[in-house]
Nanobody, 111 residues
Framework: QVQLVESGGGLVQPGGSLKLSCSAS????????MAWYRQAPGQQRELVAQ?????FTKYADSVKGRFTISRSDYTVYLEIDSLKPEDTARYYC???????WGQGIQVTVSS
């Protein structure tokens, strides 16, 4: 059974930084694209960043230059710098183009 567990969220002031982690268990291979999505209240879930098993990355325009996705074995990370209030959302990790999802973790940016 594949399980994804996110960690590292919380309340941060504008301009601050966070590093989210998502650890996967139950996978038989690292040949998966890993990704982070987010969903703000009343909004659709959106792709924030993704990374292939060859470490090719893709970012949403709204986060380019501030978010960095990386991976190591069965863990995917999302480093977030220069946080803005509009980054407030529940962040989800996903593996295999949406085949598996974590429960999500809240990131709130507020002074």
């Amino acid at each position: 059974q594949v399980q994804l567990v996110e960690s590292g969220g919380g309340l941060v002031q504008p301009g601050g930084s966070l590093k989210l982690s998502c650890s996967a268990s139950g996978l038989r291979s690292t040949i998966y694209t890993m990704a982070w999505y987010r969903q703000a209240p009343g909004q659709q879930r959106e792709l924030v960043a993704q990374i292939t098993n060859g470490n090719f990355t893709k970012y949403a325009d709204s986060v380019k230059g501030r978010f960095t996705i990386s991976r190591s074995d069965y863990t995917v990370y999302l480093e977030i710098d220069s946080l803005k209030p509009e980054d407030t959302a529940r962040y989800y990790c996903s593996i295999g183009a949406g085949a598996y999802w974590g429960q999500g973790i809240q990131v709130t940016v507020s002074s």
